[in-house]
């Protein structure tokens, strides 16, 4: 169909899904060994396993509609929501058990505005949140592991350890800001009062900064995602959610 996009054009690979044509290829890969292309009851799917890899890339990467977003790859709104429930959860972030000795991660912590009020408390943006620990690695600025979702009150010290986030990355040099003392993560020098810091602590101080900028804008974009902040874990309902409930309240 003229003017869709296909993963069968490499040239659509790297804008939507951030990947080399061969590193998306491997992921195809992967996900057809895990099962994810089987033989299943009922009408089979209308895109190729390739194409609805890319389709729930470019819904991740983009903030297009399922409006917006279905004509661009010729099928149904429908569709596209059954595509993304489907295959969605096979391409959740799976935490890394290994590290190299010379890997550098780096956490922060970022507040999640939800309506879920069970886990959610009121932080210092005066909004019920979440709290979320985010961990890159620092060479390579990819996504290491995101932390359980606690309350937004809680203090990075707490969240680091209560989120899970500390026992994913085990004993990996980890650094972070000045939020988190007593963690034994890498953070800033910290000036006394009345005193200046070293020479050497300042250009420490610089280059850390300048390593956790990264962080800073890989989480901004995590957090700027409106499907993750309308992930059930954040207090919304997934698409197939809403629908079971709607139908559940006409039922009644």
């Known amino acids: 169909m003229a003017g869709v996009i296909t993963a069968s054009e490499s040239s659509w690979t790297a804008p939507f899904t951030g990947l080399s044509p061969r590193a998306f290829a491997k992921l195809v890969t992967v996900l057809r060994c895990e099962g994810a292309d089987a033989v299943r009851r009922g009408r089979p799917w209308s895109l190729p396993l390739e194409d609805r890899a890319l389709l729930i890339a470019t819904y991740w990467r983009t903030n297009l509609t399922m409006r917006q977003l279905a004509p661009l790859f ?3 709104k429908s569709a596209a929501d059954r595509i993304i429930d489907h295959l969605g959860p096979m391409l959740a972030l799976q935490p890394r058990k290994r590290f190299a000795k010379d890997t550098v991660l780096i956490v922060d912590g970022t507040l999640v505005p939800t309506r879920a009020r069970a886990v959610a408390e009121q932080s210092k943006n005066y909004r019920y949140s979440t709290n979320h620990q985010v961990v890159i690695d620092a060479d390579t600025r990819l996504f290491v592991a995101v932390g359980r979702p606690l309350p937004g009150n809680r203090n990075d010290c707490k969240a680091w350890e209560g989120s899970g986030a500390k026992a994913a990355v085990g004993t990996t040099m980890t650094i972070a800001d000045g939020g988190y003392p007593g963690t034994g993560l890498v953070m800033p020098h910290r000036r006394r009062k009345g005193g200046e810091l070293p020479d050497w602590k300042q250009a420490h101080n610089k280059s850390h900064k300048q390593v956790r900028a990264e962080a800073f804008h890989l989480i901004e974009t995590f957090y700027n995602r409106r499907r993750l902040r309308k992930h ?3 207090g919304y309902l997934s698409p197939a959610e ?9 039922a009644a």
């Open 242 to 250: 809403t629908r079971q409930r709607h139908q559940h309240t006409l």
């Open 74 to 76: 010729g099928v149904s």
């Open 232 to 234: 059930k874990i954040f």
